[in-house]
């Protein structure tokens, strides 16, 4: 996902999601780690998703509340 792509996320997602209220889950690459965390306050969980194919790019799944024994909780 890309920068632009990740802000237009971000801004749907203000449109939609209540304050405080709403759990979030996205999926995306870590190359986006600091942004998820910038843009939608999140953090990456512990829980990895694998790739059935041999994509060059690791996934990880980020959450903007305590994922704590569901997902492996968040990392360290």
């Known amino acids: 996902m890309s920068k632009e792509c990740l802000e ?3 801004q749907t997602i ?3 999601a209540r304050p405080g209220q709403s759990f979030l889950l996205l999926l995306t690459g870590e190359v986006q780690r600091e942004r998820a965390a910038e843009m939608l306050g999140m953090r990456p969980c512990c829980f990895r998703p694998q790739h059935s194919s041999k994509l060059g790019n ?3 799944l980020f959450t ?3 994922p704590g024994t569901r997902l492996r909780g968040w990392e360290k």
Do not use: G, I
């Open 8 to 10: 237009k996320v971000a």
């Open 14 to 16: 203000s449109f939609l």
């Open 58 to 60: 690791d996934f990880l």
């Open 64 to 66: 903007n509340y305590d």
